[in-house]
C-alpha cells in the first residue's frame, strides 16, 4: 500500500509563502488522481488542489491564483507552492491519492480520494 509523507508546513505571517511536498512511496499505476486537502480546527475537510496523471489541474475558487500545485514524477513528489498566504489558510494540510483512468478523468479538488498522508500543520499570523 502506498504510504504518503508531506512536509514543509509552518508558521508564516500574511503575505508570506510556503511550499508544502508529499513524497510517495510508490506510484502503482500510472493514471491517477493527486490531491491536497485542508482540515481547520471545527470545520469539514475541504479540497484546495488536484492534478492528475496527465498534469492537469484544478484549484479551488479561494486558493486559485496563490496556490499552485505540481509533481515531479521522477521524484514521486507532489509540491504545493502557496503565496500570499491568509490566516484563513490556516489548517492541517494532506496530500492523497487514488489510481485508474477513472480518478484520473474525473481529477477535480472535490473528488474524495482513497490513500493519505499523515498531514502537515501550517499556521498564518495576521
Known amino acids: 500500500q502506498v504510504q504518503l509523507v508531506e512536509s514543509g508546513g509552518g508558521s508564516v505571517q500574511a503575505g508570506g509563502s510556503l511550499r508544502l511536498s508529499c513524497v510517495a512511496s510508490e506510484y502503482t499505476y500510472s493514471t491517477y488522481c493527486m490531491g491536497w486537502f485542508r482540515q481547520a480546527p471545527g470545520k469539514e475537510r475541504e479540497g484546495v488542489a488536484a492534478?492528475?496523471?496527465?498534469?492537469?489541474?484544478s484549484y479551488q475558487a479561494s486558493v486559485k491564483g496563490r496556490f499552485t500545485i505540481s509533481q515531479d514524477n521522477a521524484k514521486n513528489t507532489l509540491y504545493l507552492q502557496m503565496n500570499n498566504l491568509k490566516p484563513e489558510d490556516t489548517a492541517m494540510y494532506y496530500c492523497?491519492?487514488?489510481?485508474?483512468?477513472?480518478?484520473?478523468?474525473?481529477?477535480?479538488?472535490?473528488?474524495?480520494?482513497?490513500?493519505w498522508g499523515q498531514g502537515t500543520q501550517v499556521t498564518v499570523s495576521s
Open positions: 492534478i492528475d496523471s496527465d498534469g492537469v489541474t
Open positions: 492523497a491519492i487514488d489510481w485508474g483512468v477513472y480518478y484520473r478523468d474525473y481529477c477535480r479538488v472535490e473528488l474524495p480520494l482513497s490513500y
